[in-house]
Structure formats: structure tokens, C-alpha cells
């Protein structure tokens, strides 16, 4: 069955210091895979996705297929990037349906 | 706007009453989800649909139901509504999965 995990539930660095949000899934194919983000009193939003390659707010994710990870990454923590953040795994079964983590509570510390 | 809305924002209601809940589209989107949000549970789908009249059942569908009747309207009931259901509700939408869900901004449901 396809899972997404997410190790850890809080994650808490200094501002100006690197991040890395780990994420894990299980799936044989080909996945797609996304990173979204819940900011205080906002709505999810998507931050990005695996197959564009696309670098938003300084956050980037590699897929690595021999680990299966998607490990969220950016160099220099802001307070801004303060949130939650949820990876997820496309559902090839019906409907488009996607699978998501348990989520990792970022803090940046000033 | 992000094109999707959810109403209400807040309940609050007792145990064994029905409650519904409304998610309302004007991007025309073919599939619709209802997840809720629990912590240490990240979001868990509870029902979708692909079409109007088309649903299907989630991982944690016991307890609910939907209904479709137009393409913009996707709606969430809770047959008799327990303290296990008090959640976030999302409501999500997407053209196809590979370009992600645009959600809605939540139903924060309390059971009582």
C-alpha cells in the first residue's frame, strides 16, 4: 500500500539556519509527490511538486527513488517559514486521490 | 479567491444530532475531497468524488456521508455526530491529481 511518513512532529531551528524536512514514502512505481504548507490561520497551500522542479520561498525537494525520500530543504531558516508542512504522495489507485504525511510543525527560532 | 469555499467556518453542535457541511466550487473541477486534520494524524480522506453522482469512500468513511447533485457542490453530512468527529474539516479540489488539490479554508467542528 502507498504511504507518506514524516518522522518528525516538530522541528525547531534557529533563524539563518539550514532546515530539513524528512519525508518517506512507500510506492514501487514512478511517484509524484508533493510538499504543502499550512500557515497559521491560512489555508493549505501548495508549496511544490517533484515534477516541476520549481524553487518556492527558497525551499527545494529532491527525489531520491534509492531512498525513497523527499526530503523538503532550505538553506537559511526565516521566521516567516513558520508553519506546517505536510508531504504527500499521489494516489495512482482512482480519483486522482492523494496521500498525505502526518505533517511536521516547523519552528524558526529568532 | 482561491475558488473554493466551505461553510460553516465553525460549529459547534451535540452528540447524536446530523450536521452537513458544504463545500462550494466555481473552478469547475471534476474531483472533490473531504479530508479532516487531526494532530498526529495529518490529513485523513473521508469521502471523494469524480463526478456528480460519483463518490466513493476515503480511509475514514464510517460515520459520514456525501452527496454530489452539481458539479460545484460537494456536501458533507455527519449522520449522528460524535465526540470522535470533533476535527478540521478540508474540503479540497483538483482538475487531476499530478497538479495538486487547491483546499478550502476549513470547518472547525466541535462535538459536545
Known amino acids: 500500500a502507498q504511504r507518506v511518513t514524516q518522522p518528525e512532529k516538530l522541528l525547531s531551528v534557529f533563524k539563518g539556519a539550514p532546515v530539513e524536512l524528512k519525508c518517506n514514502y512507500s510506492?514501487?512505481?514512478?511517484?509524484?509527490l508533493f510538499w504543502y504548507v499550512q500557515y497559521s490561520r491560512q489555508r493549505l497551500q501548495l508549496l511544490l511538486r517533484?515534477?516541476s522542479r520549481e524553487s518556492i520561498k527558497g525551499f527545494t525537494a529532491d527525489l531520491n527513488k534509492g531512498e525513497t525520500s523527499f526530503h523538503l530543504k532550505k538553506p537559511f531558516a526565516q521566521e516567516e517559514d513558520s508553519a506546517m508542512y505536510y508531504c504527500?504522495?499521489?494516489?495512482?489507485?482512482?480519483?486522482?486521490?492523494?496521500?498525505f504525511g502526518s505533517g511536521t510543525r516547523l519552528s524558526i527560532r529568532p | 479567491d482561491a475558488g473554493i469555499t466551505q461553510s460553516p467556518r465553525h460549529k459547534v453542535t451535540e452528540t447524536g444530532t446530523p450536521v452537513t457541511l458544504r463545500c462550494h466550487q466555481t473552478?469547475?473541477?471534476?474531483?472533490m475531497y473531504w479530508y479532516r486534520q487531526d494532530p498526529g494524524h495529518g490529513l485523513r480522506l473521508i469521502h471523494y468524488?469524480?463526478?456528480?453522482?460519483?463518490?466513493d469512500k476515503g480511509e475514514v468513511s464510517d460515520g459520514y456521508s456525501v452527496s454530489r447533485s452539481k458539479t460545484e457542490d460537494f456536501l458533507l453530512t455527519l449522520e449522528s455526530a460524535t465526540s470522535s468527529q470533533t476535527s478540521v474539516y478540508f474540503c479540497?479540489?483538483?482538475?487531476?491529481?499530478?497538479?495538486?488539490?487547491?483546499f478550502g479554508s476549513g470547518t472547525r467542528l466541535t462535538v459536545v
Open positions: 479540497a479540489i483538483s482538475e487531476a491529481g499530478n497538479y495538486g488539490y487547491t
Open positions: 510506492y514501487s512505481g514512478s511517484p509524484e
Open positions: 517533484h515534477i
Open positions: 504527500a504522495l499521489k494516489d495512482y489507485s482512482s480519483a486522482s486521490k492523494i496521500i
Open positions: 473552478e469547475n473541477h471534476r474531483y
Open positions: 468524488s469524480y463526478g456528480v453522482k460519483d463518490t
